[in-house]
């Protein structure tokens, strides 16, 4: 990572330290629970874009997560990083994925010429972990963004989510929708190191 001006190796305790973080992070933007739609911390995560119905702020949670643990990687969708742009916020994470090699199973089909990859069985995510479910593939038109704080032992996932509408903590025993794609953090976080695209995290105001 980058501290200041000076590079710091990102080791596997490193990493351990950023999941831990990921999750304190997800627990900041639901703060502890459930947030509503002008609840502060709810615009500080989308940028004050969610003015009512026909906005979908569930991957807004994950790039900003992505964001916040340093990742300055193109693909992050944020107005404080390159600008926002409308409509891709599913579409970067299923890329991300791809490329990365988060996921290992076939190709199902393509959005705007790019393969996309489907998770087969389960993902056994870890904390910081992205999951992308929908069962209308390749389309997406349902297309929900997952951010995993941790597994539940009799199984499913502990979850942090937006577009609920406004955003909050859940246990999914399981999603009702499949899942499509999976972005693990530490490959996130490694790829983005690799290509000399991670800083130290970029801590929200009043985060502790």
């Given at each position: 990572?980058?501290a200041?001006?000076?590079p710091?190796e990102?080791?596997?305790g490193?990493l351990?330290?950023?999941r ?6 997800l627990?900041?933007?639901?703060d502890g629970g459930?947030?509503d739609e002008k ?7 989308t940028e004050?874009?969610?003015k ?8 807004d949670l ?14 992050v969708?944020?107005?404080e ?6 409509g ?7 890329t ?8 290992a199973?076939?190709?199902t089909?393509?959005?705007d010429?790019r393969w996309?990859v489907?998770?087969?069985g389960d ?5 910081g972990d992205v999951?992308v479910v929908a ?13 995993i704080r941790?597994q ?5 996932y502990l979850?942090?989510?937006y577009?609920?509408?406004g955003?909050?903590l859940?246990?999914?025993?399981r ?6 794609v999976?972005?693990p ?10 290509r000399?695209?991670?800083?130290s995290p970029?801590?929200p105001?009043g985060?502790q």
């Amino acid at each position: 990572m980058v501290a200041g001006s000076k590079p710091v190796e990102l080791t596997p305790g490193e990493l351990d330290s950023l999941r831990v973080l990921a999750v304190d992070l997800l627990d900041w933007a639901c703060d502890g629970g459930d947030v509503d739609e002008k609840h502060l911390r709810y615009t500080l995560v989308t940028e004050g874009r969610d003015k009512g119905p026909g906005y979908s702020s569930c991957a807004d949670l994950a790039h900003w997560l992505f964001y916040r643990l340093g990742v300055r990687s193109a693909w992050v969708n944020r107005a404080e990083h390159k600008g926002w742009r409308v409509g891709v916020n599913i579409a970067r994470l299923v890329t991300a994925a791809v490329k990365y090699g988060g996921l290992a199973d076939y190709p199902t089909g393509s959005i705007d010429g790019r393969w996309v990859v489907r998770c087969g069985g389960d993902a056994h995510a870890d904390p910081g972990d992205v999951l992308v479910v929908a069962n209308k593939w390749p389309s997406g038109s349902d297309s929900h963004a997952v951010c995993i704080r941790a597994q539940r032992p009799e199984g499913g996932y502990l979850t942090a989510e937006y577009g609920l509408p406004g955003g909050g903590l859940r246990e999914r025993p399981r999603f009702g929708r499949r899942i499509r794609v999976w972005l693990p953090l530490d490959r996130i976080l490694t790829e983005a190191f690799n290509r000399g695209e991670l800083v130290s995290p970029d801590l929200p105001e009043g985060f502790q």
